[in-house]
């Protein structure tokens, strides 16, 4: 955690501890950067915005999560 200064929000732990902070921090954030819609089904979100989801989203993962979900591509699915 000596890190923090870099990340906008505390990374999702590998057990899951801080899962409901996380998921609103990041929500909150997509909707500040216009990326709502990538999170949701069924949604026409450009493959470019779906990559900056990711991003973001990935950034802020553990780094075991980061590893477990190394094929995701799609910020539904994550």
């Known amino acids: 955690m000596a890190n923090l200064a870099k990340f906008e929000f505390v990374p999702l732990d590998i057990s899951g501890k801080n899962y409901l902070s996380w998921v609103i921090d990041a929500k909150m954030h997509l909707d500040?950067?216009?990326?709502?819609?990538?999170?949701?089904?069924?949604?026409?979100?450009?493959?470019?915005?779906?990559?900056?989801?990711?991003?973001?989203?990935?950034?802020?993962?553990?780094?075991?999560?980061?590893?477990?979900?190394?094929?995701?591509?799609?910020?539904v699915d994550l």
């Not at 949701?40 to 979100?45: R, T």
């Open 32 to 75: 500040a950067m216009g990326l709502e819609n990538t999170i949701v089904e069924k949604n026409e979100a450009t493959i470019q915005n779906r990559a900056k989801a990711m991003i973001f989203l990935r950034h802020h993962l553990d780094e075991s999560l980061k590893v477990e979900y190394l094929t995701v591509k799609d910020p």
